[in-house]
């Protein structure tokens, strides 16, 4: 009776194995990359950021600018289930963290063009001046913003709102990405080493990435798979991502860089 019983035990076991997240985390970028090219507008909206990205111009460097109108594309007019796929598959490995990283070319669309990172405050104050860069701030301010009162410090169902205001900084002067190939931190391509009397100030723009505990969640949660971006419009092109309204009434008025403070140092509870 136990030599029947061992093959059926070792059999259960490895259905089991094949059906942990972790077993099926680890081809999930892979799955996310095969279902853009799968998808006709997925694949030729990817194939024209990469084909910007990946070019030069006259003088050798990146075409930067025209790199990033094509990433906002990508996000603006591109599926959702697919593009949030390839922006926040789950990584179990290096290897697969930094297929991850590379998803939209960072040397030109993230890093550069010096070797270290600028002080955060320059792409700051040209995005404040910028007709495409400021309204997304503010919706990834809005969106990905704590809640004290909330049970975890989250207000519930905020999760894809802040994922997708967060994909729509990508192509922006603020354009975040994966910091490393070891963790899913994110962060813009700058630092506060620089910033002189503005060190809080930038600080506080820094943290609505790097001590943003609503956006590691809608990120880990979109790893586990329960994030609701692919439940909501599954098959829709057009999402509004810059309607931003509050209950004092809509943030044209507002200055971006007086709401920094209030926003990034509310209490991460």
Same mark, same amino acid.
């Given at each position: 009776?136990?030599?029947?019983?061992?093959?059926?035990?070792?059999?259960?076991?490895?259905?089991?194995?094949?059906r942990?997240?972790?077993?099926?985390?680890?081809?999930?970028?892979?799955?996310?990359?095969?279902?853009?090219?799968?998808?006709?507008?997925?694949? &030729?909206?990817?194939?024209?950021?990469?084909?910007?990205?990946?070019?030069?111009?006259?003088?050798?460097?990146?075409?930067?600018?025209?790199?990033?109108?094509?990433?906002?594309?990508?996000?603006?007019?591109?599926?959702?289930?697919?593009?949030?796929?390839?922006?926040?598959?789950?990584?179990?490995?290096?290897?697969?963290?930094?297929? &991850?990283r590379?998803?939209?070319?960072?040397?030109?669309?993230?890093?550069?063009?010096?070797?270290?990172?600028?002080?955060?405050?320059?792409?700051?104050?040209?995005?404040?001046?910028?007709?495409?860069?400021?309204?997304?701030?503010?919706?990834?301010?809005?969106?990905?913003?704590?809640?004290?009162?909330?049970?975890?410090?989250?207000?519930?169902?905020?999760?894809?709102?802040?994922?997708?205001?967060?994909?729509?900084?990508?192509?922006?002067?603020?354009?975040?990405?994966?910091?490393?190939?070891?963790?899913?931190?994110?962060?813009p391509?700058?630092?506060?080493?620089?910033?002189?009397?503005?060190?809080?100030?930038?600080?506080?723009?820094?943290?609505?990435?790097?001590?943003?505990?609503?956006?590691?969640?809608?990120?880990?949660?979109?790893?586990s798979?329960?994030s609701?971006?692919?439940?909501?419009?599954?098959?829709?092109?057009?999402?509004?991502?810059?309607?931003?309204s509050?209950?004092?009434?809509?943030?044209?008025?507002?200055?971006?860089?007086?709401?920094?403070?209030?926003?990034?140092?509310?209490?991460?509870?």
């Amino acid at each position: 009776m136990a030599h029947c019983l061992q093959p059926l035990l070792l059999l259960l076991l490895l259905q089991l194995l094949l059906r942990s997240p972790s077993s099926a985390a680890r081809n999930r970028c892979v799955d996310a990359a095969e279902a853009c090219t799968a998808d006709a507008q997925c694949q &030729r909206l990817r194939t024209e950021y990469v084909g910007h990205c990946l070019g030069r111009t006259a003088s050798g460097d990146c075409p930067r600018a025209r790199c990033r109108r094509a990433l906002r594309r990508f996000f603006a007019r591109g599926s959702p289930a697919l593009t949030h796929a390839l922006l926040f598959c789950s990584c179990v490995d290096p290897v697969c963290a930094e297929r &991850r990283r590379q998803t939209f070319v960072p040397a030109c669309a993230f890093s550069g063009p010096g070797p270290a990172p600028p002080s955060c405050l320059g792409p700051l104050d040209a995005c404040e001046h910028s007709g495409v860069c400021r309204p997304r701030l503010l919706a990834f301010q809005a969106s990905c913003a704590p809640a004290p009162s909330a049970p975890d410090g989250c207000p519930p169902d905020q999760a894809s709102r802040c994922l997708r205001a967060y994909a729509g900084l990508v192509g922006t002067t603020l354009t975040p990405n994966y910091v490393d190939n070891a963790s899913a931190r994110v962060a813009p391509w700058c630092d506060c080493g620089a910033s002189g009397n503005r060190r809080e100030e930038c600080e506080a723009f820094r943290e609505l990435f790097t001590g943003n505990r609503c956006l590691d969640g809608a990120i880990q949660a979109f790893d586990s798979g329960q994030s609701p971006v692919l439940q909501d419009h599954p098959d829709s092109h057009q999402h509004s991502l810059l309607q931003v309204s509050s209950a004092d009434g809509p943030l044209k008025g507002c200055s971006l860089l007086s709401m920094l403070p209030v926003l990034a140092l509310q209490p991460l509870l």
